[in-house]
C-alpha cells in the first residue's frame, strides 16, 4: 500500500532563516506531488506541484520554492522565511493519470515563524 | 479560474442526527470531478465521498452521501446517523477533468453534541 511522509510534524523558525521540509512517498511509482498550504481556519492553498523529476509548476509568487530531487521525494524550502509563511504545509501525491485520481495527503508540518 | 464556495463556515448536529454541508461551485467545464475531504483534529486528509460530473447518479460512502445538482452548480454533503468521530472541517473540492490541481472551499466546521 502506498504511505506518504512528511517531516518534520512541527518546526519554530525565526523570522529570516531557511526553511527545508521533506515529503516522501513510498508504494507508488511516477507520482503527482503537491504542496499546499493551509493557514489557520482557512482552506488550502495549492503552491507547487510536480509531474515529474525536476519538474516543478509554481501557483503562486511567494518567497518558497520547491524541488524534486527523485522519482518520490518533494522538498519545499525557503532562503529567508517571512511571519506570513506560518501555517500548516500539507504534502499530497496523485496517480499520473487523468480522471478520477484523489489527491492522498500526508500528515502535514505545522510551520511557526516568529 | 474555478472558485468553490462553502457558505457555512460551522454547523452543529445531534448525535445520531442527519446534517448537510452545503458548496456551490464556478466552471464553464463539462468534465470534472467533486470531492469532499475530512480534516479531523489531527489536521490529516481524508477523502469522504467523490463524484464525477458525467454520472447523474449520486455518490454514497456509508453514511455519507452527496446531492448533485450539475445545472445549479451544487454539490452538498449529508451525514447521516452523525457519529462523535465525525466531527471535523470538511471540505469541498473541484478538480477539471484534464487537469490534476485541486480548488478547495474554505471548510465547514462540523461539531456533533452527544
Known amino acids: 500500500s502506498q504511505t506518504i511522509h512528511q517531516w518534520p510534524a512541527t518546526l519554530v523558525q525565526p523570522v529570516g532563516s531557511p526553511l527545508s521540509l521533506e515529503c516522501t512517498v513510498e508504494g507508488t511509482s511516477n507520482p503527482n506531488l503537491y504542496w499546499y498550504r493551509q493557514a489557520a481556519g482557512r482552506g488550502l492553498q495549492l503552491l507547487f506541484y510536480?509531474?515529474?523529476?525536476?519538474?516543478i509548476s509554481s501557483e503562486v509568487p511567494q518567497n518558497l520554492s520547491a524541488s524534486r530531487p527523485q522519482d518520490r521525494q518533494f522538498i519545499l524550502s525557503s532562503k529567508k522565511l517571512l511571519l506570513s509563511d506560518s501555517g500548516f504545509y500539507l504534502c499530497?501525491?496523485?496517480?499520473?493519470?487523468?480522471?478520477?485520481?484523489?489527491?492522498?495527503f500526508g500528515p502535514g508540518t505545522r510551520l511557526t515563524v516568529l | 479560474a474555478q472558485t468553490v464556495t462553502q457558505s457555512q463556515p460551522e454547523m452543529s448536529v445531534q448525535e445520531a442526527e442527519t446534517v448537510t454541508l452545503s458548496c456551490t461551485y464556478d466552471?464553464?467545464?463539462?468534465?470534472?470531478?467533486l470531492f469532499w475531504y475530512k480534516q479531523p483534529p489531527s489536521r490529516q486528509m481524508i477523502l469522504v465521498i467523490r463524484q464525477e460530473a458525467y454520472k447523474q447518479q449520486n455518490a454514497t460512502e456509508n453514511r455519507f452521501s452527496v446531492n448533485f445538482q450539475k445545472a445549479a452548480k451544487s454539490f452538498s454533503l449529508k451525514i447521516s446517523d452523525s457519529q462523535l468521530g465525525d466531527a471535523a472541517m470538511y471540505f469541498c473540492?473541484?478538480?477539471?477533468?484534464?487537469?490534476?490541481?485541486?480548488?478547495f472551499g474554505a471548510g465547514t466546521t462540523v461539531t456533533v453534541r452527544a
Open positions: 499530497a501525491w496523485s496517480v499520473r493519470l487523468v480522471g478520477g485520481n484523489e489527491q492522498f
Open positions: 466552471t464553464s467545464e463539462s468534465d470534472y470531478y
Open positions: 510536480s509531474v515529474g523529476i525536476g519538474q
Open positions: 473540492a473541484y478538480r477539471r477533468g484534464d487537469d490534476y490541481k485541486l480548488s
